[in-house]
C-alpha cells in the first residue's frame, strides 16, 4: 500500500467517526458553537505543527485557495452538518457524505474539466436515488428533510472546495491547512459572536467531543486532505467516500445505538453502487 493510500485510510477514520462524534457534541453546544470551536482548535494544532516544521508564510498568490478552502471547505460545511444531525443520525449524516464522490464528478462535468459517459450519468443517477432512500429513512423525525438537505448541502461545498484545493498554487499541505485553518477559525469566532446562539453548557462529554473534533477530523485531517489532493488529485481523493458510509453506519450502531432500519443498508448500497458504475471505465473489469 502506497502512501497515498494509508494517507486515504487514515483520513476516512478521522472523518468516519466525526459524526458520532457530533451527536455527542450537540448534547452541550449548538452548531454554531461547534463549527467555531472546531475550526479554532485545529487552527491551533496545525500552525504548530507549521512552526516547528517551520514550512514559511502562506503564499500571497495563494490567498483565494486559503479564503476559498476556508469558507466554502471548512466554515459552512462544518455548520450545516451539526445543523442537520440535530433531526438525522450520524448513521445517514455519514451514508449522505458518501455522495460527494457524485457531486464531483457532476461539478467537474459543469465547469468543463471533465466529461461523463452515459454510465457515469446512470451511476450518478442510481447515487442520488441511494440518497432519497437515506432521506426517506429519516421521515420518523421532525424536520428531518431539511437536516438531510443541510448535510448534502456540505456534500457540494467539499466538492467545491476540492476543486479548488487541486487548482491553488500552494502545494505544501502544512502550509496550506494552516493557512486555511487560521482564516477559518477567524471567520468561526466571528460567527459565533454575532450569531446570538449562546454560550454552550458543555459537559464533560460534549467538551470532550468538541476537542476531539478539532484536533483529528479538523487539524490532522486538513493536513491529510491537502496531501493527498497534492499525490493523486480530487478523484482519487473522492474514493474516501467509499469507506466513510461504513465506517459511520458501523459506529453509528454499534456505539450510538442509532435504530436500524433496512432503508439504511439499502440506500448506502445504491450510493455505493452508484459511485462504482460512474467510476468504472468501459472494458475492464473487477478481479
Given at each position: 500500500?502506497?502512501l497515498?493510500?494509508v494517507?486515504?485510510?487514515?483520513?476516512a477514520l478521522?472523518?468516519?467517526?466525526?459524526?458520532a462524534?457530533?451527536?455527542?457534541a450537540?448534547e452541550?453546544?449548538?452548531?454554531t458553537a461547534?463549527?467555531?470551536?472546531?475550526?479554532?482548535?485545529?487552527a491551533?494544532?496545525?500552525?504548530a505543527?507549521a512552526m516547528?516544521?517551520?514550512?514559511?508564510r502562506?503564499l500571497v498568490?495563494?490567498?483565494?485557495q486559503?479564503l476559498?478552502v476556508a469558507?466554502?471547505?471548512?466554515?459552512?460545511?462544518?455548520?450545516?452538518?451539526?445543523?442537520?444531525?440535530q433531526?438525522?443520525?450520524s448513521s445517514?449524516a455519514g451514508a449522505?457524505m458518501?455522495t460527494?464522490?457524485?457531486?464531483?464528478?457532476a461539478?467537474a462535468t459543469?465547469?468543463g474539466i471533465e466529461a461523463?459517459?452515459?454510465r457515469q450519468?446512470?451511476?450518478?443517477g442510481?447515487g442520488f436515488v441511494?440518497?432519497?432512500?437515506?432521506a426517506q429513512?429519516?421521515?420518523?423525525?421532525?424536520g428531518a428533510?431539511?437536516?438531510s438537505l443541510?448535510i448534502?448541502g456540505a456534500?457540494?461545498?467539499?466538492?467545491?472546495s476540492?476543486?479548488?484545493?487541486?487548482?491553488?498554487?500552494?502545494?505544501n499541505?502544512?502550509r496550506?491547512?494552516a493557512a486555511?485553518?487560521?482564516l477559518s477559525?477567524l471567520?468561526?469566532?466571528?460567527?459565533f459572536v454575532?450569531s446570538?446562539?449562546?454560550?454552550?453548557?458543555w459537559?464533560?462529554h460534549s467538551?470532550?467531543a468538541?476537542?476531539y473534533?478539532?484536533?483529528?477530523?479538523?487539524?490532522?485531517?486538513a493536513?491529510l486532505?491537502f496531501?493527498v489532493?497534492?499525490?493523486?488529485?480530487?478523484v482519487?481523493l473522492?474514493?474516501?467516500n467509499?469507506?466513510?458510509?461504513?465506517i459511520?453506519?458501523?459506529?453509528?450502531?454499534?456505539i450510538m445505538r442509532d435504530?436500524?432500519?433496512?432503508?439504511?443498508?439499502?440506500g448506502i448500497?445504491?450510493v455505493?453502487?452508484g459511485?462504482?458504475l460512474?467510476?468504472?471505465?468501459?472494458?475492464?473489469?473487477?478481479?
Open positions: 500500500m502506497n497515498a493510500w494517507l486515504l485510510v487514515g483520513l478521522a472523518w468516519g467517526t466525526s459524526f462524534t457530533m451527536e455527542v450537540l452541550g453546544a449548538g452548531p461547534i463549527m467555531a470551536g472546531r475550526l479554532v482548535i485545529g491551533l494544532c496545525v500552525s505543527a516547528v516544521m517551520r514550512v514559511g502562506p498568490s495563494g490567498w483565494w486559503y476559498g469558507a466554502i471547505g471548512n466554515c459552512v460545511p462544518f455548520f450545516l452538518i451539526p445543523w442537520g444531525q433531526t438525522v443520525s445517514v449522505i458518501g460527494m464522490p457524485l457531486v464531483t464528478a461539478l459543469a465547469v461523463l459517459s452515459r450519468w446512470a451511476g450518478l442510481i441511494g440518497l432519497l432512500v437515506l429513512s429519516q421521515t420518523q423525525f421532525s428533510l431539511h437536516g443541510a448534502f456534500v457540494v461545498c467539499y466538492a467545491l476540492t476543486l479548488i484545493a487541486r487548482a491553488g498554487p500552494d502545494h499541505p502544512i496550506a491547512g486555511t485553518l487560521c477559525g471567520i468561526g469566532a466571528a460567527a454575532t446570538g446562539e449562546g454560550m454552550p453548557t459537559s464533560g467538551a470532550w468538541v476537542v473534533l478539532g484536533v483529528l477530523p479538523t487539524g490532522i485531517a493536513v486532505y496531501k489532493v497534492k499525490l493523486r488529485g480530487p482519487f473522492s474514493q474516501v467509499y469507506m466513510i458510509p461504513v459511520s453506519l458501523l459506529i453509528g450502531l454499534w435504530p436500524f432500519v433496512w432503508a439504511l443498508p439499502i448500497g445504491l455505493l453502487s459511485l462504482a460512474a467510476r468504472r471505465k468501459p472494458g475492464v473489469v473487477s478481479a
